[in-house]
């Protein structure tokens, strides 16, 4: 039987790095034939096809970069390719990851992984992380699970997934709901699949995507940010408040006169869980700001709502479609 082909889109981060004679240093060397031909292991799994989409440090990533390789995917997909592996730096991982769940057409397996250690350090990670997502992406059991996160032998939800610890090479967790499966030897395992797939964005032009601004409150700060971003150009804005969805008493009018300028969708800074809609009727609970106009994130954490909100203002998405697409995202 012919090997399931995979491609291995390469955009860069650290499974790409090298340091210098020093042992320090990393450098972005490695191209995605090189870091595919790295694992020898891979060529009895499946047969990859490297492609360097892009050089760059996750932080460089944009939202263009990202719809460009959701366009690649879907061209791979039309080819007959069977699953994809993209390879970049953790850093953003998960919104890219998160990006591509929305933005991808075609329903192959797409996988993402990286690594924390490079090449030249003691148990550096890319090479293991790499074989088990080609691995998953070959797998029966990843279709139509939408956009999967392998790191560290473990399988994540793009919806849910974040990148949680700052070295450690088991980074990646979905707080409040778990990883999807693993994979133990050759061995890929995904009992638990989501219920239904997100649902798929119209592509945002790159050359006219709205910008949309993340703040997150803390103890005792002046509201003088919130106007700020009022004054400003901004098409949206996320605000990750206080635990279920609560704000001071202080924040509440500049939080207000946002809403009034342009959608304003409140998340929970705690990042997991769902923000309340009717439980609490004091100060700045939730109710108040509901009646400003803010838009429930429901249970999206703030770099996914930010995401999230401007994939729907880039297509043109009404208030009501807003507050529907956040409603969706729990499911
Ligand atoms: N330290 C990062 C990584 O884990 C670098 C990046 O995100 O590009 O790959």
Redesign the pocket.
């Known amino acids: 039987m012919p090997l399931t082909t995979i491609s291995v889109l390469a955009l860069?981060?650290?499974?790409a790095?090298v340091p210098d004679a020093s042992g320090r240093n990393a450098t972005?060397d490695l191209d995605a034939d090189q870091i595919v031909r790295s694992i020898p292991a891979v060529a009895g799994v499946a047969e990859v096809r490297p492609e360097s989409f892009r050089r760059?440090?996750?932080?460089?990533l944009g939202l263009a970069d990202v719809t460009a390789l959701a366009e690649r995917i879907d061209e791979l997909a039309a080819t007959g390719i069977d699953g994809v592996v993209v390879t970049?730096?953790?850093?953003?991982?998960e919104e890219t990851a998160f990006l591509l769940d929305r933005l991808v057409a075609a329903d192959l397996p797409v996988v993402v992984t990286?690594?924390?250690r490079n090449a030249g350090l003691p148990g550096a990670d890319g090479p293991a992380n790499l074989l088990a997502a080609v691995r998953v992406a070959a797998s029966p059991l990843a279709h139509g699970v939408g956009t999967l996160v392998v790191m560290n032998d473990e399988i994540h939800a793009a919806r849910f997934v974040r990148k949680g610890h700052a070295t450690s090479p088991a980074t990646f967790e979905s707080p409040g709901i778990g990883r999807l499966g693993w994979v133990a030897e050759e061995r890929v395992r995904i009992p638990l699949v989501p219920r239904s797939r997100s649902p798929r964005v119209t592509r945002p032009d790159a050359a006219s995507s709205p910008d949309v601004a993340l703040v997150k409150l803390s103890l005792d700060d002046s509201p003088r940010l919130l106007e700020l971003i009022s004054a400003k150009d901004y098409a949206g804005a996320v605000i990750e408040v206080y635990g279920a969805g609560h704000t001071s008493r202080r924040a509440l009018d500049a939080l207000g006169a946002l809403a009034a300028r342009m959608p304003t969708v409140f998340a929970s800074r705690t990042g997991v869980g769902e923000v309340h809609t009717s439980t609490c009727d004091f100060g700045g609970s939730e109710l108040r700001l509901l009646e400003r106009g803010l838009i429930p994130a429901v249970a999206l954490d703030g770099l996914k709502s930010r995401l999230l909100l401007t994939l729907l203002l880039a297509a043109g998405t009404d208030r009501a479609g807003i507050t529907a697409a956040f409603e969706n995202a729990a499911e």
């Open positions: 860069g981060g650290t499974i790095a972005m760059l440090g996750s932080a460089e970049q730096g953790t850093d953003t991982l990286g690594a924390m």
